[in-house]
């Protein structure tokens, strides 16, 4: 069994009252995908910039996820910047760069359609439903 995760792989930078970090990796599909290659193999599908490093793509790598579905495309990765409160549940969205992933169109590779399992991240709904259109029911 393989789960096929599509969403946002982003870069996040974060503030927090006990400290800060500059563009860590982030995004939905990209905690889904770490955390899910613990139980199952992982296919994941998104779109990232030429500014996205290879030592992020390595800590996907060395979980084993799936990276055929990955598309690097010209431009910068979309970028998160937040603001945490003391009540770190309560946070602000201090800027918002969008960058490459205005041009996503999510293609599954042949080898991801027949998925058992889809995870739909944090993307336009109407992207999700081009997702699953793709994916062969069982």
């Given at each position: 069994?393989?789960?096929?995760?599509?969403?946002?792989?982003?870069?996040?930078?974060?503030?927090?009252?006990?400290?800060?970090?500059?563009?860590?990796?982030?995004g939905?599909?990209s905690?889904?995908?770490?955390?899910?290659?613990f139980?199952?193999?992982?296919?994941?599908?998104?779109?990232?910039?030429?500014?996205f490093?290879?030592?992020?793509?390595e800590?996907?790598?060395?979980r084993?996820?799936?990276?055929?579905?990955?598309?690097?495309?010209?431009?910068?990765?979309?970028h998160?910047?937040?603001?945490?409160?003391?009540?770190?549940?309560?946070?602000?969205?201090?800027?918002?760069?969008l960058?490459?992933?205005?041009?996503?169109?999510?293609?599954?590779?042949?080898?991801y359609?027949?998925?058992e399992?889809?995870?739909?991240?944090?993307?336009?709904?109407?992207?999700?439903?081009?997702?699953?259109?793709?994916?062969?029911?069982?």
């Open positions: 069994m393989s789960i096929l995760v599509v969403g946002t792989v982003a870069f996040d930078s974060i503030e927090t009252p006990y400290g800060s970090a500059e563009r860590v990796l982030g939905s599909a905690y889904f995908a770490v955390a899910a290659s139980f199952s193999p992982v296919k994941i599908v998104g779109i990232i910039g030429q500014d490093p290879t030592e992020y793509l800590i996907f790598s060395r084993g996820i799936d990276l055929e579905g990955l598309q690097r495309e010209q431009g910068d990765t979309f998160w910047r937040g603001r945490y409160h003391e009540d770190l549940n309560v946070r602000d969205t201090v800027e918002l760069h960058n490459v992933l205005t041009k996503f169109a999510p293609r599954l590779p042949v080898s359609r027949n998925a399992y889809v995870f739909l991240g944090n993307i336009d709904p109407e992207l999700q439903l081009g997702v699953l259109d793709q994916v062969q029911h069982q």
